[in-house]
């Protein structure tokens, strides 16, 4: 398997585990009144979408250009995760 589909596999089995993360986080959102809580859903629903455009992109990189794409993306996920370990604090 080379390098670019080991990554994909990777990031896409992290993107399942955040969207099961940020469905907990609706959830307990609908459950309680967290109005206050300043989460904002929507910009991590566009930061994931903008990792699979990202990806998509991946997949057209070639050999001397994946790297950059590779950073961007990685940037993008650590963000997402930040977000909902925040999230998760605020609603545990």
Do not use: C, P
């Amino acid at each position: 398997m080379s390098e670019k589909k080991k990554y994909r596999a990777e990031i896409e089995a992290k993107m399942a585990k955040f969207d099961k993360t940020l469905n907990e986080i609706k959830a307990k959102q609908d459950a309680r009144d967290w109005s206050r809580v300043d989460f904002n859903i929507g910009g991590n629903i566009r930061k994931r979408e903008d990792v699979e455009l990202k990806m998509k992109a991946l997949e057209e990189a070639d050999s001397s250009s994946w790297e950059r794409v590779k950073s961007e993306i990685d940037s993008l996920v650590l963000d997402i995760d930040d977000d909902l370990r925040q999230a998760l604090v605020h609603f545990s």
